[in-house]
């Protein structure tokens, strides 16, 4: 089994770049929660290829049919499905891909996996559009949450190896609102040499991976569970399910692991007649379980696998070395569109908390 | 739901620190398995405390008894489980953690999660403690894996801030055995100075954290599947159920984020009538399905909250701040015990993988 | 959450009655399998309304839109995901359900359950509807299990209180192609008589239920396992979701409890250098693993509750008692085309177990 | 996988008849729930053999040694795991079978399925006496469930052929109390006859089955979810995890479908300001979700597999025909030790769907 997740909530991703529809379903929502389409659709739209100068160049509008789940606006109980057709499909770029395999993408072991039967076009199931469905429920999710008072915001922290700094995000006080709209930075100059990077990439037909911080604020004291099914665990299931995602760090996380316990332990005190933390090392997460501070965590998004340089790669038939040069035109960074995705990634995650632990 | 993993195989973990034994339940595994108990209780002394100069005073041997699911030495197809009766436990240490939660543990969340029902002694189920039937579980998988030609192992790459160098361990093809048995390091220079480091820490009644990477050999193509049930998503989900992991990525990760796609695709080539790889950013895994090389991870580990130094906190009953020292001795470095526990749960994983796609 | 289904295949079902679409997902596939969509079609056609003289007058085509999974007539490895549109709705029939809830009918506890939220239109999500995808679901895994030696049948064995008699279907060799294609019975004189039953029922207006057994040959001996994943546990869960499934035993069941041990036990013999059973009162399956003898069970379907005669029911708004007639033409009775959902809900489980046992 | 059920709890049970010992973990439950160890006790005992005149000669003391998850006398949100340690072993009786197969027992699929490697003393992982663990979790259940005013009975409605009548129990307002302590029937009068029943069997070296009705009163309208995880799933799934089922219905069940919908369908009317039904064929479940009108099942137990008669089997290593006596002393009817079996069973289901619906 491959494209499931949740515990209470169950959402099941389905399609593949270029066949008839991509889409999702979204089993174990209670009935009544109002949906907003248009929040949706500008959620959607951050993800959406084309909407700047960085991404690829097929434009496809991520407008979502509901098939289900959902009547005169509210939740019905029901399981919510939602297709997204696709089009503008090329399906003829990829008939090479299942003898020479494409360096950094999943070729060589999907044609082993299914013995060929797999869908090549477009990157079939294993294409970032697989992320439009994920971006319906998490878009949802993120629609309800903020329902419950619980916000989910991220910026990209590092991009080409340019940090967004030095404007750290507060993680005890997080401004969620200071994230840019246009390029989800909180340095605008950062930002800037950021695309300058793309930029440079890009004229050497090469890419530039990155680094996305997402934060969730309102959680309350002592969601999660210990051990397997802690935040931590729960989280990461999802964040790893997006493709080209590498790495996942809580709070301090790996920074933590070089320093001492008297730095990276968050002292207690009263605040407001609440119990805080001075600082958030642990990024809101306790044993597994959220100390009400906010969550935060950086998930690593590789460099794009598809460049424009000539590569080494194999024929699997004649079971020979051989180049290759991946054709068409190239998106030489997907960060800034993954930071909606994270976010989505996020919000379902901690809405599967909330039906567990909040209702 | 808390303490159970594994799609095919199921394990669950039970126990408290202090309570009257720890122990797990693997279910799932085939009738037939031959159990080396000698072997398996190797393992465990290697997470054993007690067995170095760094460990807690705590001297527990681990000696697990199995309660079922073994017959004549093989397994029989029927639920494994085995315990561990907890001895030496000291109750009375605790008593005040329900008032005034010491920083970085699970006291607080605890607290309002369970209402004050929850067990503090030890740490309860929150306790490292609980690694060791995780420990009995990963030992018998890491036994049954060998027997697929599937090899686990793990060292030290960080403690303290010192890094395991400038020995690096071959990604492509990793000399598992090149690493120490007595402190699981490559290079013993390296080793040296991150025992100096953890003296160093418990002179100032602080502890240290670190950065395990584990490895595993002789994995073929193909196994894991697309999206939520990658193998990323699959080997986090239980690495993140390990006390202290706040951080977790796969082959370059973090530092992958840094480079350019051309750094970071691995090149194809054919040597000796197989398909491999010329370097291994990828850590074995490319769309969650394994690419036949080596499967490489990185797990920070944080620096153990239990200090001797006086830190702030607050009452909960009172609700004003509080000063707090924790009595007793404390462990100022759990990352070398942590070692064995990272490879157990990679061990489970794996094993779980095998269960659906090898047998 | 409600409507997914398996252990290694993932089985989601969504949509309502009258709302765009329904559809399913089936996730696990391995990749390769053939698609005969006319085979397919066929199969739904069993199911589908006004292909005989006593079905709802709603004549809906099911046929089903492809939406991904099958790439040139194979499996891909991918979801796949079908969609059948909903045409004909006539929501405004429907408007007075949620004050007023038809007896045996969800109406009542789904109001309370989703607050006025649900939609009632058609009866929803909970319509006889859903088991169309349930079939398109279930006709393709069991064309793959005949691809395996695994054919699957019912039929009729009680209608209207009349039994398919005195030719009773052989449990230990059963003739599957003995049922009729035109009426599911073994006894075309009882099938007359039921059809009867059926008549008169309607000319009342009134229903009928009945009983379908189900039969499963070829299966090897040792699929399912002991306890709650036995086999009688996995078709028990997936069978009680087909709607009106009010009963379910396997083997001689219920019968059997009135037997006594020395009649009810199937006793063995070598028969052309196999074992098998001289009985099947065991329905192929004893501690919840197969025997390699066919699998048999009895599924009971309730007398449609939708009935044309004056009930009793109440004013949910005004709590007071309020006589109720239900506007419309009925379906006098649904066991017929129950039949081939009663096989999908087999086919399913069974290819379930296959995928875990059998590969 | 095998021995595992749940949603939001977790049970796992472990142990074969003959080995050190069996148990069960129980995760998912709340801190803070009170545990009544002497109530429990005098549960367990209703399914303790010995204590009547019927049961098998092995006489064990099910006293279970909690390892974890109570403190104090209250569950503490950890994982709950209790053993009982078995006696009396007697592995010696049991050496032929892995040779010449018992007829209606699991050994012939065990031997296939596990291939020779399965625990045969006793009947192993498949032994009634894995009952027992199960009583613990289900009677931690019940105590909790009657604290929230839901109560669930059972009593024996068929044994050896004879009912429990004339007095049956009222669907719509059982009299729980109404049924025996010593043997749980109604009517004493057919009680007495159902023990003639068993007495007569044990002198003819034979056994009887039964049938067990379970009734829970207190349920609110609208647990459960519509199709595969429905209540009667729910309770199907666990319920055919216990031994010897092979029958399950719900309300009127399979005589339902002998009916007609103006008989099977439940009219409403308002009683005492509730919506309340005059009839309760349903068994007080509607699309899956409960109606607030008392559950009812009933379970169809095979007779006991053992029998003193001389049975046919065949010898597995020489491939021919070999009749069989099996030895021992055998329990000539389970029926009445598994009506607190049922009964756990029902506690278990109905407590999963109070932690995911109730609370």
């Known amino acids: 089994m491959s494209s499931t997740y949740g515990e209470i909530l169950k959402l099941s991703i389905f399609g593949q770049s270029h066949g008839p529809a991509i889409g999702m379903t979204l089993d174990g929502i209670p009935a009544g929660l109002p949906v907003d389409t248009e929040k949706l659709q500008a959620f959607l739209n951050r993800r959406a290829p084309g909407n ?38 090329r399906s003829n770029d990829y008939s090479n891909l299942k003898d020479c395999p494409r360096p950094g993408h999943a070729d060589f072991p999907a044609q082993i996996k299914y013995k060929g039967y797999q869908d090549v076009a477009g990157g079939g199931h294993f294409s970032g559009r697989l992320t439009a469905p994920l971006c319906i429920a998490g878009g949802l999710c993120k629609q309800w ?21 030095p404007v750290y995000l507060d993680w005890v006080n997080p401004n969620l609102d200071a ?15 950021m695309q300058e990077g793309i930029a440079a990439a890009k004229a050497d037909g090469d890419s530039v991976g990155g680094i996305i911080e997402c934060i969730a604020v309102g959680l309350p004291v002592g969601w999660g569970d210990p051990m397997f099914d802690g935040v931590e665990s729960k989280i990461a299931q999802i964040v790893y399910g997006v493709p080209a995602v590498k790495g996942l760090d809580f709070g301090s996380g790996f920074t933590g692991s070089y320093l001492r316990g008297s ?28 100390t009400g501070m906010p969550l935060v965590f950086q998930a690593a998004i590789k460099p794009t696998p598809s460049i424009a340089k000539p590569q080494e790669s194999v024929s699997l038939t004649k079971m020979e070395n051989q180049p290759l040069t991946v054709q068409g035109r190239h998106d030489p960074c997907i960060v800034p569109r993954a930071v909606p995705v994270i976010e989505a990634a996020a919000a379902i995650a901690i809405f599967d908390l909330y039906l567990k632990n909040g209702i």
């Open 145 to 165: 949450l903020e329902r419950e008072g619980i916000r989910i915001g991220a910026h990209i922290s590092v991009l080409a190896g340019i940090a967004d700094e």
């Open 179 to 193: 994230i840019g709209t246009d390029f989800p930075v909180l340095n605008p100059v950062a930002g800037a040499k």
């Open 263 to 290: 730095q990276n332990n968050d002292q207690y005190r009263i605040e407001n007649g609440s119990v805080v933390t001075r600082t958030n090392q642990a990024g809101g997460i306790l044993g597994g379980i959220t």
């Open 52 to 89: 700047n100068a960085f991404s690829t160049a097929r434009k496809e509008v991520d407008a979502p049919e509901f098939l289900s789940g959902i009547v005169d606006g509210y939740t019905c109980g029901a399981p919510i499905s939602a297709i997204i057709r696709n089009t503008n499909t």
